[in-house]
């Protein structure tokens, strides 16, 4: 079978004197891939961006780009540009001057400057922009013309080291359209560095979820969100309710001091599990018709829905409803087999 990895990251590994970031880190990436690479702060993704870009040097393992070892080569060798959080743009410079730049560096002819300038500021949605100053731009035409002039020297991968951070809310959210826009538009292959769910699961065809220097699971975003592998998935995309559980058998889990049906299988009998039910996917309904009934804590909107916590023999739950009901009432829930979600049970602290 053909190999259609474009980076291979083989055997990594980093550490800052007694702190190990990236252990036997392993890593497929594809061509015209867009790949986002989520986890806390200090989980090591920028570390693994700043190595794939040359800017650090792992302390063992191998960066394979389109079949050849790229350790040794420095940043301006390889065929990847970066975007960081702080754009570093050059303010004595005009937009045109600032996305010409690595263009001169290459001493193109002017006219071929002009037309590549000209091509990417379309693509970016900033035309007739070239002759502005930069401190004139806003943050989001600020990151869009540093975007500009990492793409204008058509790099196979562009690297993205949390660039909507200083955006605000609303921005952030257009900019992660824009950016999957001008990933397809391009056909190049992106990796995206964040904390943040909602722009890996938004903009990414591929996320990977690390936590301590390990992979902790790679998919789909909806493969991600749907199917999380263990707690720390589970918690860190999403909002979850993660409840101790025994698999009585195939389809048939104990959770809540309750028997239900779901539509996993696969485990020993009467093991031990947790289980993941999405606040979205609980129904709720008059506290004699459900399976489990609870007392309503607390309700807050939040626009579009709202969140309510409903204590239920002891546990909290968090719900998550576009109608809402009076805090101190009795309400009742009812979990399809469909939005029970079985994980094998680990100690939290191991991810």
């Avoid at 951070?165 to 190049?188: H, V």
């Avoid at 018709?289 to 969140?307: A, Q």
């Avoid at 309510?308 to 546990?315: I, K, S």
């Amino acid at each position: 079978m053909k190999d259609t990895s474009l980076i291979k990251l083989e055997g990594i590994h980093k550490a800052y004197d007694d702190n190990i970031v990236l252990d036997n880190f392993n890593l497929d990436i594809k061509k015209n891939e867009f790949v986002t690479l989520l986890g806390p702060s200090g989980c090591g993704k920028t570390t693994l961006l700043k190595i794939i870009g040359g800017f650090e040097q792992a302390d063992s393992g191998k960066v394979i780009f389109e079949g050849k070892d790229i350790n040794s080569l420095p940043p301006n060798k390889r065929n990847v540009n970066t975007v960081f959080q702080k754009y570093a743009l050059f303010t004595h410079m005009n937009v045109y001057d600032n996305i010409a730049f690595g263009l001169k560096l290459k001493n193109l002819p002017k006219d071929v400057i002009d037309e590549k300038v000209e091509e990417i500021l379309k693509v970016v949605a900033l035309s007739g922009f070239e002759k502005r100053d930069i401190e004139s731009l806003s943050g989001g035409q600020q990151q869009r013309v540093a975007i500009a002039r990492a793409l204008v020297n058509e790099p196979e991968v562009l690297l993205l080291d949390e660039p909507l951070a200083a955006l605000d809310l609303k921005l952030r959210q257009e900019m992660q359209i824009e950016l999957k826009k001008i990933q397809q538009q391009m056909g190049i292959t992106f990796i995206f560095v964040t904390h943040d769910q909602e722009e890996a699961l938004s903009m990414s065809d591929t996320i990977v979820v690390i936590n301590k220097g390990l992979i902790q699971q790679m998919g789909s975003p909806v493969d991600i969100y749907n199917e999380p592998k263990n707690s720390f998935v589970a918690d860190f995309i999403g909002e979850s309710n993660i409840i101790d559980g025994v698999m009585l058998e195939d389809f048939k889990v104990v959770f809540a001091d309750k028997e239900f049906v779901c539509v996993d299988k696969g485990f020993d009998k009467n093991e031990e599990v947790e289980v993941v039910v999405r606040p979205e996917d609980i129904k709720m309904m008059p506290a004699d018709e459900g399976m489990l009934k609870g007392i309503v804590r607390s309700s807050v909107f939040k626009g579009v829905h709202y969140d309510l916590e409903v204590e239920e023999n002891g546990r909290m739950w968090l719900l998550q409803n576009t109608l809402t009901a009076p805090i101190g009432s009795e309400l009742g829930m009812d979990i399809g087999p469909d939005d029970i979600h079985i994980m094998k049970k680990v100690k939290r602290d191991e991810g």
